[in-house]
């Protein structure tokens, strides 16, 4: 990478998520949403895949969202501290249940609606350009237990109508938008991605590809509306990006990995192309998926198409068609992956693989030929403060320096970038476990994963590192 890779006006910054950080669950007017039913560990685990006991939260048991880190009554401290780190963007979601208690309301939360407005306020006071997205993996309650969520044709209206509400609202503050986060990960963790719930013998994957669908839907006509209302925004999709590489050259092996790329590519081929892929009609035969769809849904998805591919990136997969070899696999993150000799991995089994990271850019602008927005990368690790309660997260440093680096030779490679948002500038509840400590942050937060803890906020090696980053656009890692 040369010394101007990054162009002037790029977009440095960290992203977060309502539901991992704001807390406040039910303040000011906010309805009961699904993140707010999961606890920790095994139970989460089931409960993410869309196996659910209870639509009310469990007396007696912990749930993490609920307090979180209390962004909600933090937000203008902890964006001066982003503010101090330079940041140029603050990537952050909309709870939909603070705008739409149930979903179903027709006038919104007042209340709900005041709280982003002075959160806008906040950032542009310094300047820093927020980018939102209106659904990180939360549906107000009320529509499962309504609607069975996503799997309705209902909730595409409700969905219409909260981003067109907020469109409106936040027309003079808002210009950078992002539809769903991660919508791949509904075929992974179908609660979680879609608030999903299924009984014993249900066909889970004509389910989830009828919600994919109803999703697709809702986000072609939230690019509309935003177009419409805001002509001067750009608003992306969001896809949990990192290729397969085939564990070895047999052909079997090669194929696979194309097939599991493909589940993936699925999703934002219809986004960012407007039609269904034609690999798609073979793969819901032989799976006996049958889509209802609406007549004029092909027209609604070819003319709104997405401005940018919003990504998260963290690791790269590996594929075999070996059993053997895919029994020794690594518990690696949600997409499982076989054990990869040549790259190292993180405390929580997810590979380490910058190279990864650039031909994955570079594989997505061929294929899309739109501008790519990193709106999350980043190492979650354990911190322990030293003898003088310091932090030196030189690992983390290393990983974000990689990254960073790939992220410059992606650019000289010819792929057009707007920014980097890195995950998370704060810690927070992690989205997979619900656990504190799986730190992301270049700002400690005193909380322990039973919830103990001041929530004080104290400053890491790594945020002096990111300013110096941010200060020198790149050029300084
Ligand atoms: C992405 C999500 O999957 O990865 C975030 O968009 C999430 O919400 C992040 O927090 C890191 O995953 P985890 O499980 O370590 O929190």
Not at 75 to 101: C, H, T, V
Not at 123 to 138: C, G, R
Not at 156 to 173: I, M, N, P, S, W
Request: charged content about 25%.
């Amino acid at each position: 990478m040369t010394n101007n890779a990054f162009p002037d006006g790029f977009l440095w910054g960290g992203a977060l998520a309502a539901n991992q950080v704001e807390g406040a669950y039910r303040k000011g007017g906010k309805g009961l949403t699904t993140v707010d039913l999961m606890p920790t560990g095994e139970k989460r685990k089931a409960i993410m895949k869309g196996f659910v006991p209870s639509l009310e939260p469990l007396e007696g048991e912990f749930y993490p969202s609920h307090e979180a880190i209390d962004f909600y009554h933090h937000y203008q401290s902890d964006i001066a501290l982003f503010a101090e780190m330079g940041f140029k963007a603050l990537r952050i979601s909309i709870a939909w249940s603070r705008i739409f208690p149930t979903g179903e309301e027709e006038a919104p939360n007042e209340e709900g609606l005041r709280f982003y407005d002075d959160l806008f306020d906040t950032l542009k006071k310094y300047d820093i350009e927020p980018v939102v997205t209106l659904a990180h993996f939360d549906v107000p309650v009320h529509l499962v237990e309504k609607f069975g969520s996503w799997r309705s044709r209902e909730v595409v209206g409700l969905f219409e109508h909260y981003a067109k509400t907020v469109f409106q609202r936040y027309q003079d503050k808002v210009k950078y938008w992002i539809t769903f986060n991660e919508i791949n990960m509904l075929l992974h963790l179908p609660f979680t991605g879609a608030g999903l719930t299924f009984q014993e013998n249900d066909n889970v994957k004509q389910i989830q590809y009828q919600a994919a669908h109803h999703q697709l839907i809702a986000s072609a006509l939230a690019v509309k509306a935003c177009h419409e209302i805001i002509p001067d925004a750009q608003i992306g999709c969001m896809l949990a990006a990192g290729m397969f590489y085939p564990h070895s050259c047999n052909p079997a092996d090669v194929k696979l990995a194309m097939d599991r790329d493909r589940e993936s590519f699925f999703f934002i081929d219809v986004q960012a192309r407007g039609y269904y892929p034609s690999y798609a009609q073979r793969f819901f035969k032989e799976n006996n998926i049958s889509l209802v769809t609406n007549p004029g849904d092909e027209k609604i998805l070819a003319s709104h198409t997405v401005d940018y591919l919003g990504i998260s990136y963290y690791s790269s997969r590996t594929i075999s068609s070996d059993p053997e070899v895919m029994r020794q696999s690594t518990s690696g993150n949600v997409f499982g992956s076989a054990n990869n000799p040549y790259v190292k991995k993180s405390e929580w089994g997810w590979t380490i693989d910058p190279l990864g990271f650039r031909i994955t850019m570079n594989q997505l602008y061929d294929r899309y030929q739109k501008p790519l927005f990193v709106v999350e990368n980043g190492l979650g690790a354990m911190d322990n403060p030293d003898e003088n309660g310091n932090i030196e997260d030189d690992y983390r440093i290393e990983y974000l320096r990689e990254h960073i680096q790939a992220m410059g030779e992606a650019i000289e490679d010819g792929v057009p970038i707007l920014g980097y948002t890195s995950w998370a500038p704060i810690d927070l509840v992690s989205a997979s476990t619900g656990e504190m400590k799986k730190r992301y942050g270049y700002i400690y937060v005193d909380r322990d994963n039973q919830g103990n803890g001041t929530n004080t906020r104290s400053k890491k090696k790594s945020f002096d590192w990111y300013k110096k980053v941010i200060a020198t656009n790149g050029r300084d890692l």
